[in-house]
């Protein structure tokens, strides 16, 4: 909607990072159309972010290959596909974006979503809405 969520969250991604502690990844979830957003966005506006788009083709198996990383892009039918591979990894943080994909608490994708291990969550939407409980 051009409010600058993705800039800001980036900053955010990027002000999170410690050097020093260990390394853990941190993973945004938004819909199919917006994943090349994601990585442009990432590649322009935080561009010491590692970026990595699980989609597709290319997509990991193995939880230890995100250490790699410093942030991974994907989208909920993805996430609900691979929630195994997603499960056995600790994020730093987790960011929803057009969070309306997971208004309804009792669906896959919100489902998925609370099955993520991370320090943080956050949730990305231009329209108005009560948050849903994420336990």
């Excluded at 020093?20 to 994601?38: D, F, I, K, Q």
Aim: proline content about 5%.
């Amino acid at each position: 909607m051009g409010l600058g969520k993705t800039v800001q969250a980036l900053a955010l991604l990027c002000a999170a990072r410690e050097p020093s502690a260990p390394h853990a990844p941190s993973l945004v979830v938004c819909p199919a159309s917006l994943l090349e957003n994601w990585r442009r966005e990432a590649a322009s506006f935080a561009p010491g972010l590692g970026t990595f788009v699980h989609h597709g083709e290319r997509r990991l198996s193995d939880p230890a290959d995100f250490r790699g990383c410093d942030l991974i892009v994907t989208s909920y039918g993805t996430l609900v596909r691979d929630e195994g591979v997603f499960s056995g990894c600790n994020f730093l943080c987790v960011i929803a974006d057009e969070a309306q994909h997971i208004k309804n608490r009792r669906s896959q994708n919100a489902r998925a979503l609370r099955a993520i291990k991370a320090q943080s969550r956050f949730v990305l939407t231009a329209r108005r809405w009560k948050i849903p409980s994420m336990t």
